[in-house]
């Protein structure tokens, strides 16, 4: 089964910039949507970014708008979430996840291969 692995996080002071890869074992997911989501300590996991099969289409949760890019790599089946002007609130586990679907979603039920995660954390 395809694994999915994420690196880059790590500690940042705020307004700091990070850049996140998620890298999949074999290319089973090029031909679906990927995404990001996190999950801060007592909260439940929440949607970041997805992005559809092709690259094309990007989706953002509303409080990263502006200050995070998902991007794709297909020669390198890697996805990048792009993270600047980073405060406290971002601090949470960041994982990739692909999707059945190849439009971008931000339902999470619409995911179903997850890594393990990178802790992104966010302080002075």
């Known amino acids: 089964q395809a694994q999915l692995v994420e690196a880059g996080g790590g500690l940042v002071q705020p307004g700091g910039s990070l850049r996140l890869s998620c890298t999949a074992s074999?290319?089973?997911?090029?031909?679906?949507?990927m995404g990001w989501f996190r999950q801060a300590p007592g909260k439940e996991r929440e949607f970041v970014a997805s992005?559809?099969?092709?690259?094309?289409?990007?989706l953002y949760e509303e409080s990263v708008k502006g200050r995070c890019i998902i991007s794709r790599d297909h020669t390198k089946n890697a996805v990048y979430l792009q993270m600047q002007h980073l405060h406290p609130d971002d601090t949470a586990v960041y994982s990739c996840?692909?999707?059945?679907?190849?439009?971008?979603?931000?339902?999470?039920?619409?995911?179903?291969?997850w890594g393990q995660g990178t802790q992104v954390t966010v302080s002075s």
């Open positions: 992005i559809n099969w092709s690259g094309g289409t990007q």
């Open positions: 074999e290319d089973t997911f090029s031909k679906y949507a």
């Open positions: 996840a692909a999707s059945h679907l190849t439009i971008a979603t931000k339902a999470i039920a619409h995911f179903h291969s």
